[in-house]
Structures are given as C-alpha cells and as structure tokens.
C-alpha cells in the first residue's frame, strides 16, 4: 500500500486547508485510516480516524469541531479537512493505513502503512 498526502501550505491564523491522501496498492474501502501529524521535538499525534466503512470516526479534544476526515472510494482518496486553523496546528501532517476491521485508531504506532508527509504552517 502506498500512501501520497499533498495540500499542505502557508496559512494564517483561522483559515482552512484541505489535505488529500492518494491511496494506491489497495482501495480506500478495504483500509481504516488516520491522519497523523507529528511538530518539531514532539511525538506524533493522530488527529482524526476513520473505519473500514466509515461508521466510526475519531478525533481528540484538540481538534474535534475543527477537523473532518473523509473518503472518496471513486478515486481512492483520504481527505483531511482543516478549519479554523490555529499555530498549534503547525507539523507534518501523514496519512496512515492499517487493515482493521470496524474500528479505527489514535495510537501512530499502530498504523501499518505511512505515506510522505505534507508540511503545514499557520502563522498567527
């Protein structure tokens, strides 16, 4: 399974960014997938999740209202939408693949499969 993330960027303060996940090797409807974001000097950190076929999704605390993970089964993408954007939000953002069944998770470690990153950067 390879994974390509892109649509990170230079934003500011409160707007809002949209990252796509190309999934290839599988297809999106037989993969639970995360989006993992990992900054300078701190550990990596799942910011949403979502099941096989997509009845379970997870966020933590820190961005729950302001984020949505999505898929595109037709074209075999993995989107992360991003809104009021927040410094806090600033890292590499990786997409991340792993073959469970019903249930999805926001452990990194667990994740098998792990694409590039795509760098975001809100300035304040």
């Known amino acids: 399974v390879q994974l390509q993330a892109s649509g990170g960027g230079l934003v500011q303060l409160g707007e809002s960014l949209r990252l796509s996940c190309l999934v290839s090797?599988?297809?999106?409807?037989?993969?639970?997938f995360g989006w993992v974001r990992q900054a300078p000097g701190r550990e990596r950190e799942v910011v949403a999740c979502?099941?096989?076929?997509?009845?379970?999704?997870e966020y933590p605390e820190s961005v729950r209202g302001r984020f949505k993970i999505s898929r595109d089964n037709a074209n075999n993408l993995v989107f992360l939408d991003m809104n009021n954007l927040r410094p806090a939000d600033t890292a590499v953002y990786y997409c991340a693949a792993v073959d469970f069944d019903h249930h999805c998770s926001m452990t990194a470690r667990l994740y098998d499969y792990y694409g590039r990153g795509t760098q975001v950067t809100v300035s304040s």
């Open positions: 979502m099941s096989k076929y997509s009845g379970l999704l």
């Open positions: 090797g599988s297809t999106v409807a037989d993969l639970a």
